[in-house]
């Protein structure tokens, strides 16, 4: 049975720091998703990775791939309190849309 | 408009009662999916339907069914809804021909089972 795990599950972080959270998938899988989820709101999807060593940024946020670790990272740099939300990241178990979430991880940034 | 549509967006029923959540999109994918979210838990995928004809058991199926009316409707009933039914429902499209295609997500439906 695929399991996702996202460490950790909670992060209060103060403006302009930076800090990594790390999702661990337990079988093999070349396609991993980064999702935000602001409370009450819909999934904002941030990244789709698809190849081990694969690698993407946008604004402060940067998101890697190892598959063969079955590892995954979203790094956050120099935080904004705007980045205050849930994150998630999600195994593709099929080429398409059987995604496994991992539990989120809660990120508030503070002044 | 929302490209993926879920109605209703909060629905309160009783124990027992039979509810319907609609799924629409305008996105012209093949590939669509209703999601659960409970607190603490992520997301797990109840359903998912690669086509038309097409429809599969995801992860917690139990107490669930569900029909594609259409390439761009997917709905989800419960027959008999019980509080542990209580939730937020996703449902989710994608485009099969393109691999790799990022997952749409419907602005979700929040179910109370009392």
């Known amino acids: 049975e695929l399991k996702v795990e996202q460490n950790p599950l909670f992060l209060s972080m103060q403006e302009g720091k930076n800090y990594t959270i790390y999702c661990n998938y337990s079988?093999?899988?070349?396609?991993l998703y980064w999702y935000r989820q602001d409370p009450g709101k819909s999934l904002e999807s941030l990244f789709v990775?698809?190849?081990?060593?694969a690698v993407k940024q946008e604004g402060r946020l940067m998101a890697s791939l190892d598959t063969k670790a079955r590892l995954s990272t979203l790094h956050i740099t120099a935080a904004v309190h705007d980045l205050s939300a849930t994150y998630f990241c999600?195994?593709?178990?099929?080429?398409?849309?059987?995604?496994?979430f991992g539990q989120g991880t809660e990120l508030s940034v503070k002044p | 408009d929302a490209d993926v549509t879920q109605t209703p967006r909060n629905r309160i029923t009783k124990t027992g009662k039979r509810i319907m959540l609609e799924c629409s999109q305008t996105?012209?994918?093949?590939?669509m999916y209703w999601y659960r979210q409970d607190p603490g838990l992520g997301l797990r995928l109840i359903y998912y339907s690669f086509d038309v004809k097409d429809i599969n058991k995801g992860e917690i199926s139990d107490g669930y069914s569900v029909s594609r009316q259409a390439q761009a409707k997917f709905s989800l009933s419960l027959e008999s809804a019980i509080p542990n039914q209580t939730a937020l429902y996703f449902c989710?499209?994608?485009?099969?021909?393109?691999?790799?295609?990022?997952?749409?997500f419907g602005e979700g439906s929040w179910l109370t089972v009392v």
């Open positions: 079988t093999t899988s070349d396609r």
């Open positions: 989710a499209t994608s485009d099969g021909r393109n691999s790799g295609n990022t997952i749409y």
């Open positions: 990775l698809l190849s081990n060593g």
């Open positions: 996105k012209g994918h093949d590939r």
């Open positions: 999600a195994v593709d178990t099929y080429q398409g849309g059987k995604l496994i």
